[in-house]
Structures are given as structure tokens and as C-alpha cells.
């Protein structure tokens, strides 16, 4: 029998947290196993291992007790009430990719994990351009449904396209069209709250309102962004805007030779993206973040540490890379786009650019599969980068939040590259436009067949982090075992927006079973033991 | 211990039924082709390790069911473990017999 909610509250509010037992594990599990089918219940050491991060420090330090995979909001409602009936910590993921931020492993390790991959509802409305989908819909699964029923939306994509459509924008991540910042395309959602209660958000908010995916706000609070990065809900179904295919995209693939470029580069981008001539999300990367796609570090070099200017010289020439690569795209009608081309020519050819390569497409014709993430076109081959050292690889990320100004970005770049070279990094940085402020996503690339250069990936993470502090950077998102260090950067009145975020959390999450730290946010009775 | 081992027995039967009557070539490229489709970071990889003319999985000639089952579950250098959610022991397995056979039908 469970027990009622408002019992397990009080106690548990009071309680520190313990770790579960075996024993309330098992039953737990047995539990759930029951709702979801015996043939969505996973608990084996292979299905443990496949559920952990795949691009780990330590691969078992978040290693799950087992995984569930319910195919409705309903058996989604019951696997909370019984996690919180048996006070069994439970992590949420949509398909489970999210390769350098944790992949599908949780804070804590030992928790349950909810697989939403069953879950794949998609309803396009085409005329007003939305999506309502459900978690377990992946970015190649919408493009498919897209592309067969010739259907003229576009989707805007990450760099590695294997993940959830709605798992993506609720960790805020990226793609590269006018509808770059995933997050911003949500309008309106359906969760499961910590209680087992199902609220929907916006216009959803009424029963049968035919404004659910076209009003982002309702009336009153507007909730959606509560339930982005955070442990306060379940999203079991969520709307996103699509974007209309162009008539014509056309634009230009810059590269700038000389690493002092960066500056100029920003402050002529800067301006143009703030006024709209620039509409998508411009992503300027360094040479390596194109070069470790396209090559291995054992064909240039046997030397540890970072790699030498003679050899980014060598790398760069066999590529025709410049130090800095944008590729800058204008979408829409014909005599706009050629009208805001003119301005944007004239702006780079101010700066002096190594090369600039026009590019121009209209709809029906073929492109190059490489040039995909300018059209929404999903795709995967930038992982190849995980093989930069040969063997096995991956990547972290250190993704500070920054100003779109030159001179403050060169300053970062210069902080940052000589950390690298400090701790014998191999540098790959990129500078992505959003319509006021920049992310600088770098990427920290793992050797994991070399102990001794996996010791130095954590101090090294965390010196980034605290000089990027010190200046007033905090990052916008971060891998598991950095979501407390992040979070501890937000610090204004006393980390009083922790304080908040903490008691949303008890409020709506008593049993403090909801994927806790996620974020940095835990629940009462971890505050002292559960930290780093 | 028994019934765990009949359970075991009944669940690769049923198994081998239902994956006799599933698309392998269909749940390929539905469940792996975003990685070893033609320009996917998988085809990208094994191309530095083969020719590059059979790193695309379905030209392969040299691929044997119960090969291409561990290696999904377990993951290979590069390549992460995929999850039962995402394709289940059923769709796995009827992969793993399409690409055994190592023709693709053009």
C-alpha cells in the first residue's frame, strides 16, 4: 500500500538523506516494472552500463541501479508516486544522449532512470508551423516524418543530432538557423509534477485551447521555463515553433587567418545579429574544432601537451583553415536576402577575411551533406572528434556566458588558451551568437585510454570555471559531475537564487525524489551530505 | 535459478519469432543510420580503420549476427551502448540478421 504523500512529506522534510537499500530498490523497481511491463524494466549490468556517461571522468560515479521506459504520461504519473512512496531517487531522460553533459547517467548515483525514448508522438499543425511532440522524439525522427510527408518546416539542430528534440531545448542547447536557441522554440508543455499531478502549461492550461503552441505565455505566471534544467517536473509532452522553409538561403563560409581576428570578427557580427540583418545563430570556431572531425593527432604528432604552433601551421594548411571559421547564412525571400547580403559583404570585407565563400541554395536543390546544420538537416559526424586521440574519446564541455564584445571575448580567449596550454590541452573553442549576449562553448577533448592525461581533466575543468567566475561568467549549462561548481557561481545576495530554486524544490518535490542536484538543485534532506 | 533460466529460454524465443517478422533493413536506417548512414559518425570512423568503401555497416561482408548484437549493447571505441529503450532485443536482433547478411538490396 502506498502512503499518502502528505505523511511521507513531513518525515521526510526532517530526515537526512540516506541512500536507499537494496532492498527498497528491489521493491521499488518491482513496483514500476509493474506499470511499465516486464519487457520496459531494465537491470542488468549491461543495461547499468549503458546508462552510464559514456564520456565520464569517472565512469562509476553515476552509474544508475536500473532503467524504466514508461510510454505514456499516465505511467509516468504512477512511477513518481512510487518513487516517492519509497523515497527512491529517480533521473529523467528523453532518449538519454546527452553526450558531454552526463549522457543518460544520473547526479546520484543508484537512482532509478525514466527513459522516455518510448514516447515519440508527433502532431505538426503546418499551416501555423508548430510541433507538439513527445521526449522520445530524436531530431532524425522528426526530420524523417518531415522530409517523407514533404512537409515545408525546418527543424534547427545540435551538432550531434542523436538526441531528443525536447530534451535538447530543455538543457537549452544549440543549433545553427534562425532558430538556433532551442529553448526559445517551446511553447507550451504537458508535466508530470514530483506529486504525480499533470499540469499543462500556457494556453494548454485550458482544456482544449487551440492556442496551446502559438501563445507562449497564458495568463498569469508563465511556467515553462521552471520546467528547463531543473528537477521540478517531468516534461511528457512539449510544443515547439518550426521554421518555414526559405525561399533561398544564402550567406558566406569566413575564415579569419590570425587568432587576434577574433575580436574584429565579433564586433562586425555583433551589430548585424543585434539589428536582424543576421537572423540564425553565427557559431565562430577555432581551426581544431573543424580538424579534429577530419583527423587524428597521431598523424601530426607523438609529443604530449598541447599542440605546437608548427603543428596547428601544418593542420591548418592541409585544410585551407583559417585560426577562426564562421559560416554566416541569411534565409528568407529572395530581394531581402540579396538586400541583407550586400550589407553583410560589405561588413566582412572591411575585416580583411583569409577567405570568404559564397554560398547560395533555394528549395529542391542539392548541398553538400557537411553544410546540413545550416539547413536543419540532423547529423552526427562532428562526433567524430571523440577519436581525436585514436582510441577512445569524448569531450566536456566549458561553456561561460559572455558579452558580444571583441575585446572582452579576446580577453577570455587568451585566459583560456593559456589554461590549455598550462594543462596540456588541446584548445577548441567556439563563440556562438545569441541576440544579446555569446556562449563560448569549449570543448575539453578526453583521452580515455590515458589515465595519467584523465587526472589532469578536473582540475583543469575547474580552474576554468573559477577564472571565468572571477570575472563574471558563469556557464549556461554543465555536465553531472559539474552542476554544483556552476551552480555555486550564482552567488548574488548570498546565493539567493538557490535559496529559491530550493524551495520550489521542497515545495514541489517533498520526498526529494526528482532528479536531485540536478542543476545544482537538491532536495532538503541532501543539503549537507550530497554537495561537493 | 531454473525458472530464471527458462525465462531467459522463452524471452530468446520469442525473441527470434518477432525478429523474423520485423524490417531489418527498415529499423537499420531508422535506429542506426544518423551514425553509419552514409555521411553518420560511425561510417566516418571505421572508414580510418578499412577501406572506406565497406565502412558503410550495410557493405559489409564480414558481419555475423551475434557480432553486431554485442557490439550494440556494449558499445565499440567510439560507439556508446544502445540502451533496450531505444531498440529493443527484438529490433536488435532482426538488425543484426539484416546486416549478417551483408547485401544490401539496390
Redesign the interface.
Known amino acids: 500500500m502506498r502512503r499518502p504523500i502528505a505523511t511521507t512529506r513531513r518525515a521526510n522534510l526532517d530526515a537526512p538523506y540516506a541512500p536507499p537499500s537494496a532492498a527498497t530498490l528491489d521493491r521499488a523497481l518491482k513496483a514500476m516494472t509493474a506499470v511499465v511491463g516486464a519487457a520496459a524494466a531494465f537491470a542488468t549490468e549491461e543495461d547499468r552500463d549503458a546508462y552510464s556517461d559514456r564520456f565520464p571522468i569517472d565512469p562509476h560515479r553515476h552509474r544508475p541501479f536500473a532503467a524504466v521506459a514508461p510510454s505514456s504520461a499516465q505511467q509516468v504519473q504512477a512511477l513518481v508516486r512510487i518513487a516517492a512512496s519509497h523515497r527512491v531517487p529517480i533521473w529523467t531522460v528523453s532518449r538519454g544522449k546527452n553526450l558531454g553533459y552526463g549522457t543518460a547517467a544520473p547526479v546520484v548515483a543508484g537512482s532509478i532512470i525514466l527513459d522516455l525514448s518510448r514516447m515519440q508522438k508527433i502532431e505538426v499543425d503546418i499551416p501555423n508551423a508548430t510541433v507538439l511532440l513527445e521526449p522520445g522524439v530524436g531530431f532524425f525522427d522528426l526530420y524523417d516524418y518531415l522530409q517523407t510527408r514533404n512537409i515545408p518546416l525546418w527543424l534547427s539542430v545540435p551538432g550531434n543530432s542523436w538526441g531528443s528534440v525536447i530534451g535538447n531545448a530543455l538543457d537549452r542547447g544549440l543549433g545553427y538557423t534562425p532558430y538556433g536557441e532551442h529553448t526559445r522554440n517551446i511553447c507550451g508543455m504537458e508535466v508530470v509534477l514530483p506529486d504525480g499531478d499533470l499540469v499543462r502549461t500556457g494556453m494548454g492550461a485550458m482544456a482544449n485551447a487551440p492556442t496551446w503552441q502559438l501563445h507562449k505565455y497564458g495568463y498569469g505566471p508563465a511556467w515553462d521555463q521552471l520546467f528547463v534544467q531543473s528537477n521540478f517536473g517531468i516534461v511528457t509532452k512539449a510544443g515547439m515553433w518550426l521554421m518555414p522553409q526559405p525561399e533561398v538561403v544564402r550567406g558566406f563560409d569566413v575564415e579569419m587567418d590570425r587568432m587576434e581576428d577574433l575580436g574584429p570578427l565579433i564586433d562586425t557580427i555583433g551589430p548585424l545579429r543585434r539589428e536582424g540583418v543576421l537572423a540564425q545563430s553565427p557559431t565562430i570556431g577555432n581551426w581544431f574544432r573543424a580538424a579534429n572531425i577530419l583527423t587524428t593527432r597521431k598523424q601530426w604528432t607523438d609529443k604530449s601537451g598541447s599542440l605546437s604552433d608548427d603543428v596547428i601551421s601544418a593542420i591548418r594548411k592541409q585544410f585551407g583553415l583559417g585560426w577562426w571559421g564562421v559560416s554566416l547564412r541569411i534565409y528568407g525571400r529572395e530581394t531581402v536576402v540579396q538586400a541583407n547580403m550586400d550589407i553583410l559583404e560589405k561588413a566582412l570585407n572591411a575585416i580583411k577575411p583569409m577567405s570568404m565563400k559564397p554560398f547560395s541554395w533555394h528549395p529542391g536543390e542539392p548541398f553538400s551533406p557537411t553544410q546540413g546544420g545550416w539547413m536543419g538537416v540532423p547529423m552526427t559526424f562532428p562526433m567524430q572528434s571523440a577519436n581525436w586521440f585514436g582510441g577512445r574519446g569524448g569531450h566536456i564541455g566549458f561553456s561561460p556566458v559572455l558579452t558580444q564584445s571583441g575585446k572582452l571575448a579576446m580577453e577570455q580567449f587568451n585566459r583560456t588558451y593559456a589554461r590549455y596550454k598550462e594543462f596540456g590541452m588541446d584548445y577548441q573553442a567556439s563563440f556562438a551568437f545569441g541576440e544579446r549576449h555569446m556562449l563560448n562553448v569549449n570543448a575539453v577533448l578526453l583521452n580515455l585510454d590515458d589515465p595519467e592525461f584523465m587526472k589532469r581533466v578536473d582540475p583543469f575543468l575547474r580552474t576554468l570555471i573559477a577564472d571565468a567566475r572571477q570575472h563574471g561568467y558563469g556557464e549556461y549549462r554543465a555536465h553531472i559531475d559539474y552542476m554544483d561548481t556552476v551552480a555555486d557561481c550564482y552567488d548574488y545576495n548570498n546565493h539567493a537564487l538557490r535559496r529559491l530554486n530550493e524551495r520550489v524544490k521542497n515545495a514541489l518535490d517533498p520526498a526529494g525524489i526528482l532528479a536531485p542536484g540536478r542543476s545544482g538543485i537538491w532536495p532538503a534532506g541532501h543539503r549537507k551530505g550530497s554537495r561537493v | 535459478m531454473r525458472r530464471i533460466l527458462l525465462t531467459g529460454l522463452c524471452a530468446l524465443l520469442s525473441c527470434g519469432a518477432r525478429a523474423a517478422e520485423l524490417d531489418g533493413k527498415q529499423l537499420f536506417h531508422?535506429k542506426c543510420?544518423?551514425?553509419h548512414g552514409?555521411?553518420?559518425?560511425?561510417t566516418?570512423?571505421l572508414a580510418?580503420r578499412m577501406k572506406p568503401d565497406v565502412a558503410p555497416l550495410e557493405m559489409r561482408e564480414d558481419l555475423s549476427a551475434p557480432f553486431v548484437e554485442r557490439a550494440a549493447?556494449?558499445?565499440i571505441?567510439?560507439m556508446?551502448?544502445?540502451?533496450?529503450?531505444?531498440v529493443?532485443d527484438a529490433q536488435l536482433a532482426s538488425i543484426a540478421q539484416y546486416l549478417a547478411k551483408g547485401k544490401p538490396s539496390k
Open positions: 531508422e543510420g544518423m551514425c552514409a555521411v553518420g559518425m560511425g566516418g570512423l580510418r549493447r556494449i558499445g571505441i567510439n556508446p551502448p544502445i540502451t533496450r529503450a531505444d529493443s
